[in-house]
């Protein structure tokens, strides 16, 4: 049985990672891949009850490293319930973040240690990593501006434009580093044009 492959999506707030999930998984089913759709933090009735600790806004101050814990332990419960299984099946995994989102949001966001994620990143993770992972980017403000139509901002949403910049920085030299990896796709074009990109991106991936 042939391994499935793990695609992830990834870009700040209100990039349209969740509008473009569907229109990539019609895609790879267009092409006879059997696909599960998935998210991070999630993807369990437990770590989608972490996120839901996570999101809250009301809830008590949580720490850093709380907060880095709480990530990766919905991670570990993710991969060993919904992700190994699947691609062990021969089944594709499109999911909405992984730990790229770590690099950006607890690294980049938080200033965390670079060397503390990598630590649990292998240490959860094994050999585990995606195939590919598209990067939806925009500026800030424009990623916000749509999120904002949404409605009442979550915990992550509330904080301040320049944690939002740091989120941003973080996630580009993460597509530095992994160019093989991550394909950078601006998301400050009209929806038919980023999909036309994801075309391309998948396409050429598919090929
Ligand atoms: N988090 C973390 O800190 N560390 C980690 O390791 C992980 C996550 C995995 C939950 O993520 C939070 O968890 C996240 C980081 C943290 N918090 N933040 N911020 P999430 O993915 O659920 O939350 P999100 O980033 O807030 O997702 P989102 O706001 O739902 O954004 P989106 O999915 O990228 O956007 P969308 O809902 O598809 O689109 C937003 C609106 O824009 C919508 O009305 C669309 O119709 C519209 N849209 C989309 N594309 C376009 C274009 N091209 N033109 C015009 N309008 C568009």
């Not at 995994?93 to 649990?120: H, K, P």
Request: hydrophobic letters at 45%.
């Amino acid at each position: 049985m042939t391994r499935g492959k793990f695609i992830t999506l990834e870009g700040g707030e209100g990039v349209g990672k969740t509008t473009n999930l569907n229109f990539i998984k019609d895609y790879l089913q267009q092409h006879a891949i059997s696909v599960v759709v998935t998210r991070e933090p999630g993807g369990t009735v437990l770590a989608e009850k972490i996120r839901h600790l996570l999101l809250d806004k009301d809830s008590e101050a949580i720490s850093e490293h709380a907060e880095l814990l709480m990530i990766f332990a919905a991670r570990a419960q993710h991969i060993k319930h919904v992700i190994e299984p699947a691609l062990a099946k021969g089944v594709w995994v499109l999911c909405d973040r992984f730990t790229d989102a770590t690099y950006a949001y607890q690294g980049g966001g938080r200033n965390m240690r670079v060397s503390t994620i990598e630590w649990l990143e292998n240490l959860v993770q094994g050999n585990l990593r995606p195939d590919l992972t598209v990067l939806l980017d925009a500026p800030v403000e424009i990623g916000i501006a749509r999120a904002k139509e949404r409605g009442a901002f979550d915990r992550f949403e509330s904080e301040k434009i320049s944690f939002f910049e740091q989120v941003r920085r973080a996630y580009l030299l993460q597509a530095e580093l992994h160019p093989e990896r991550i394909k950078l796709i601006k998301a400050n074009q009209s929806l038919a044009d980023v999909q036309k990109a994801l075309i391309d991106v998948i396409g050429t991936y598919l090929r």
